[in-house]
C-alpha cells in the first residue's frame, strides 16, 4: 500500500517549457487535490477532482490545468512554465470532501 | 483574508516537556479541524483530527483541544522528543456547506525540540 505517489521528485524548466506531473492513489479515494507550497504562504490549493472524470478550479488555479481520467490518478499540467511557478507541488486525496487528507511527498519544481 | 491563523511562525521547547501550538479560525462555519505535521522534504502527515461536538481529542501523546466559542484550538504534545521537531498545520473545514470539498490551512508552525 503505497498511499500517494508523485512522480518525479524534482524538476527544472526553462521559462515557457511545459510539464505534466503525475499523482497516484491507491487508497480508492473519491477525492484529489493539487497543492502548492511556498515560503510564509502554507498549502494553497491548485485545482481538486471530486471522482473520476470530475476537476474543478482552487484558489490559486491560473496557468495550470487538470484532468482525472482514472480515479486513482490526478494529473497537474503547466501548458507554459513562468518562474513564478516556482515552487513545491503537492497532491492529496480524501475518501470524502472535508475530511483527513493525505498527501504525496511532493515535486520540487524550479523554472528558470 | 486568512481564515486560520498560526500566529507563532516558531516555537522551541526542551525534550520531555510539554509543547503547545495554537491555531485561532475566523469562519464559525467550520465543523472539522486537523492538525498535520510536515517534516523538510516531505508531504503532510495526518495527526489527529477534532470535530466540533467535541472539546478534546487524545491520540497517546498528542491531544487536541477545541475552544468554539473563543474559536481557538491548540495541540498539546506530552512528552516531547526531538523527533517532533517538524512544521505543525492547523486546518479547518465546512463539512456542511458549499464548499465541502476543501480544508482551510494555517501558515504553520515550526517547532524545535531540543534534547
Known amino acids: 500500500n503505497a498511499g500517494v505517489t508523485q512522480t518525479p521528485k524534482f524538476r527544472v524548466l526553462k521559462t515557457g517549457q511545459s510539464m505534466t506531473l503525475l499523482c497516484a492513489q491507491d487508497m480508492n479515494h473519491e477525492y484529489m487535490y493539487w497543492y502548492r507550497q511556498d515560503p510564509g504562504m502554507g498549502l494553497r490549493l491548485i485545482h481538486y477532482s471530486v471522482g473520476e472524470g470530475t476537476t474543478a478550479k482552487g484558489e490559486v488555479p491560473d496557468g495550470y490545468n487538470v484532468s482525472r481520467l482514472k480515479k486513482q490518478n490526478f494529473l497537474l499540467g503547466l501548458e507554459s512554465a513562468a518562474p513564478s511557478q516556482t515552487s513545491v507541488y503537492f497532491c492529496?486525496?480524501?475518501?470524502?470532501?472535508?475530511?483527513?487528507?493525505?498527501f504525496g511527498p511532493g515535486t520540487r519544481l524550479t523554472v528558470l | 483574508d486568512q481564515q486560520v491563523k498560526q500566529n507563532s511562525p516558531s516555537l522551541s521547547v526542551q525534550e520531555g516537556r510539554i509543547s503547545i501550538l495554537n491555531c485561532d479560525y475566523t469562519?464559525?462555519?467550520?465543523?472539522?479541524f486537523l492538525w498535520y505535521k510536515k517534516y523538510p522534504a516531505e508531504g503532510p502527515t495526518f495527526l489527529i483530527s477534532?470535530?466540533?461536538?467535541?472539546d478534546k481529542n487524545e491520540d497517546g501523546r498528542f491531544t487536541v483541544f477545541l475552544n468554539k466559542s473563543a474559536k481557538h484550538l491548540s495541540l498539546h504534545i506530552v512528552p516531547s522528543q526531538p523527533g517532533d521537531s517538524a512544521v505543525y498545520f492547523c486546518a479547518a473545514s465546512d463539512r456542511s456547506g458549499g464548499s465541502n470539498y476543501k480544508l482551510t490551512f494555517g501558515k504553520g508552525t515550526l517547532l524545535t525540540v531540543n534534547p
Open positions: 469562519n464559525s462555519m467550520f465543523d472539522y
Open positions: 477534532i470535530s466540533s461536538i467535541k
Open positions: 492529496a486525496s480524501s475518501y470524502r470532501g472535508g475530511m483527513a487528507q493525505y
